[in-house]
């Protein structure tokens, strides 16, 4: 007797015929209607973004909006926190037509979760850095402060969940032992960061390169003075209350840089899921890391795959050396952490097309990693992962620089002659941009993120669950007969009782529950189900035991 997975069991029961996930729940949208409540303020904390004009950080509510699926009754579900894109400044200062929890990619992650029986947050964070800065290494040091208070905003909006729980009665229905981290662009760089960073002190003490977030201040030539201090910045947590000692790092002395917000909690979480961005050092990583699940563009523009200088698409400055999913994968490999996805062997499509594309980009294949090959434009360019999508005539933020003119008028920095829109300018990375092409293009990525995300954060999809269960001798039960017109005989043979029975198309597909049977003996009835192989799992007190039946 041995206790083994249930996605293992349904394995072995299907002789390797297909690799199956049923039960609609989590991999298929069952629920039609999606509820969101809007505006939900997680914490509180500094923002600098307004420093140019007040001189000082000032409080800013944090904020999120929270997406569940109408007419659940489930009260304990995974719960999944996005992150948007938009390089830590608003739209349209940021050169993007993103930047807010209201963008179209964070929208639809969060529907698409809703719909499945997760709950999602759609979470804003600080924004704030000055592009315009007179120097390069003033440019990349307030990008690098800015991406640390990402970090803090990050782990404020976990903490806040489980305050929700433990102290407002779950108001949202979740498992705070089942937290999923997902960022795409900007945010998957804050993602990673929060799966990376355990202590201050990796920071400074980065290693490749080495010595990549210190400042030369004395000018010497060699850096000595961490890009983050936690006396200006805060603790890695958020946890602290922080007023800076000095003038420093162009704040004002007694500056308060840092609220402290759900102290009491974890900030904790299961599984980081990146679509684009990049790791700010790898050595961040290691067997204990939150597993990854990256998804990248093997040409992407704006991070580096692999390994190489990130070059910020706002100013085009060069900021640090940072690692990609290529780099992210060699180590989960090497670390074993990607080693419960790879037990299960993933064989379906989408899985396939990234190991294609993984060996397109001249690497191994490393399980949890999507590699993304798009075909080229009509311009030539590659486009990436397109997940984003918006209205042309739709106006822009009446604070931004563009004063609410709508994207199709805006003109877009890189054109100098200001002929070229924010929308023409989009259209170069997303050519026939629509709706139905984004969403597409979601879809495969939750095809290939939900059933690794089943196996991590142990919840049952489609059939398969991570909990333990007896796998028990064959011989235990017997199905007569077996082929069946549709009326089997289940027995035990050492006059066991029999506690229920689940019945699983070879697809996968729950079909019967027959439950509270409490009998050495139960009669299956199949009658009216289409002729084909199904797999039986007959529940005992100590295990359970599942086999094939042929329905002719």
Same mark, same amino acid.
């Not at 060699?222 to 958020?238: F, L, N, Q, W």
């Not at 990146?274 to 093997?298: E, F, K, R, Y």
């Not at 059939?463 to 064959?474: F, I, S, W, Y």
């Given at each position: 007797?041995k ?7 349904f394995l072995?029961?299907l002789l ?11 991999v ?5 209607d999606v ?6 303020t997680?914490?509180v904390n500094a923002?600098v973004?307004?420093?140019?004009i007040v001189?000082e950080?000032v409080?800013?509510a944090?904020?999120?909006d929270?997406?569940e699926?109408?007419g659940d009754t489930?009260?304990?579900r995974p719960?999944v926190l996005v992150?948007?894109?938009g390089?830590?400044?608003p739209?349209?200062t940021n050169?993007?037509?993103a930047?807010t $929890?209201?963008?179209s990619s964070a929208?639809?992650?969060?529907? +698409?979760l809703?719909?499945r029986?997760? !709950?999602a947050a ?5 924004l704030g850095?000055n592009?315009?800065?007179?120097t390069?290494p003033?440019r990349a ?7 640390y208070?990402?970090?803090? &905003?990050g782990r ?6 489980r305050k929700?729980?433990?102290e407002d009665g ?7 032992t089942k937290?999923?981290?997902w960022?795409?662009?900007?945010g ?7 799966a990376g960073l355990s ?5 400074p003490l980065?290693? /490749?390169p080495?010595g990549?977030?210190?400042? &030369?201040v004395?000018?010497d030539?060699?850096?000595e003075t ?7 910045h805060?603790?890695i947590?958020?946890k602290?209350? %922080?007023?800076t000692p000095d ?7 007694g ?13 904790d979480? /299961?599984?980081t ?6 790791l700010?050092?790898i050595?961040w990583l ?8 990256a998804?990248?563009s093997?040409d ?5 795959y692999?390994?190489?200088i990130l070059?910020v698409p706002?100013?085009g400055d060069?900021i640090?050396?940072?690692q990609?999913l290529?780099?992210i994968?060699?180590?989960q490999?090497?670390?074993?952490? /990607?080693?419960?996805? $790879?037990?299960f062997?993933?064989?379906d499509?989408?899985t396939?097309?990234?190991q294609?594309n993984a060996?397109?980009?001249g ?12 075909p080229?434009n009509s311009n030539?360019i ?8 918006w209205?042309p005539?739709?106006?822009t933020?009446? %604070? ?5 003119l709508?994207?199709n +008028?805006?003109p877009?920095?890189t054109?100098?002659?200001g002929m070229?829109s924010?929308?023409?300018s989009?259209?170069?990375? /997303?050519e026939g941009?629509?709706a139905e $092409?984004?969403?597409?293009n ?10 690794r995300?089943c196996?991590t954060?142990?919840?049952e999809?489609n059939?398969v669950?991570?909990?333990n269960e007896v796998l028990?001798d064959?011989?235990?039960v ?10 089997i005989n ?7 009782q029999?506690e229920h029975v689940? !019945?699983y198309s070879?697809?996968?597909?729950l079909?019967?529950?027959?439950k509270?049977?409490n009998?050495?003996?139960h ?7 289409a002729?084909?192989i199904y ?5 005992l007190a100590?295990g359970v035991?599942a $086999?094939k039946?042929?329905?002719k």
């Amino acid at each position: 007797m041995k206790k083994i997975t249930t996605h293992l069991i349904f394995l072995f029961c299907l002789l390797s015929v297909v690799q199956v996930f049923a039960q609609d729940r989590y991999v298929d949208e069952i629920f039609t209607d999606v509820s969101v409540t809007t505006d939900v303020t997680y914490g509180v904390n500094a923002t600098v973004l307004l420093v140019p004009i007040v001189g000082e950080a000032v409080p800013q509510a944090l904020q999120m909006d929270v997406y569940e699926p109408v007419g659940d009754t489930e009260t304990s579900r995974p719960l999944v926190l996005v992150f948007h894109t938009g390089n830590f400044l608003p739209p349209v200062t940021n050169a993007q037509i993103a930047g807010t $929890k209201a963008d179209s990619s964070a929208v639809e992650i969060c529907k +698409q979760l809703a719909r499945r029986g997760f !709950v999602a947050a759609s979470v804003d964070y600080r924004l704030g850095w000055n592009p315009l800065a007179e120097t390069q290494p003033e440019r990349a040091l307030g990008l690098i402060q800015a991406a640390y208070r990402g970090l803090q &905003d990050g782990r404020t909006a976990i903490r806040y969940f489980r305050k929700s729980v433990a102290e407002d009665g779950n108001p949202y229905g979740i498992d705070d032992t089942k937290i999923t981290a997902w960022g795409n662009g900007t945010g998957g760089y804050l993602v990673l960061g929060l799966a990376g960073l355990s202590f201050y002190n990796e920071i400074p003490l980065a290693s /490749n390169p080495a010595g990549k977030f210190l400042l &030369d201040v004395n000018m010497d030539g060699t850096p000595e003075t961490p890009m983050v201090v936690e006396a200006y910045h805060g603790d890695i947590e958020g946890k602290v209350l %922080t007023v800076t000692p000095d003038g420093a790092f162009g704040l004002p002395a007694g500056d308060t840089t840092n609220y402290p917000n759900h102290v009491d909690y974890s900030s904790d979480f /299961n599984l980081t899921v990146n679509v684009g961005g990049a790791l700010g050092d790898i050595s961040w990583l290691d067997d204990q890391t939150v597993p990854i699940i990256a998804v990248q563009s093997i040409d992407d523009q704006f991070a580096p795959y692999d390994d190489a200088i990130l070059i910020v698409p706002t100013t085009g400055d060069p900021i640090v050396q940072v690692q990609g999913l290529q780099s992210i994968g060699a180590a989960q490999e090497a670390s074993g952490i /990607n080693q419960p996805w $790879k037990d299960f062997g993933f064989d379906d499509a989408v899985t396939m097309e990234a190991q294609a594309n993984a060996a397109t980009a001249g690497h191994p294949y490393y399980e949890g990693c999507y590699s993304w090959k798009s075909p080229n434009n009509s311009n030539n360019i590659d486009e990436g992962v397109v997940i984003n999508w918006w209205d042309p005539d739709a106006a822009t933020p009446a %604070t931004s620089p563009c004063m609410g003119l709508a994207w199709n +008028q805006c003109p877009h920095p890189t054109d100098p002659s200001g002929m070229t829109s924010f929308h023409a300018s989009g259209l170069l990375l /997303n050519e026939g941009m629509s709706a139905e $092409k984004a969403r597409g293009n979601i879809a495969k990525i939750m095809d290939y993120v939900i059933p690794r995300a089943c196996i991590t954060l142990d919840i049952e999809c489609n059939g398969v669950t991570n909990t333990n269960e007896v796998l028990l001798d064959a011989r235990r039960v017997e199905l007569m007969p077996n082929p069946t017109l549709g009326s089997i005989n289940i027995s035990t043979s050492n006059s066991d009782q029999i506690e229920h029975v689940e !019945v699983y198309s070879i697809e996968g597909k729950l079909i019967s529950v027959d439950k509270a049977i409490n009998l050495a003996q139960h009669n299956l009835n199949l009658y009216g189900q289409a002729p084909g192989i199904y797999v039986v799992k007959v529940y005992l007190a100590d295990g359970v035991v599942a $086999k094939k039946v042929m329905l002719k």
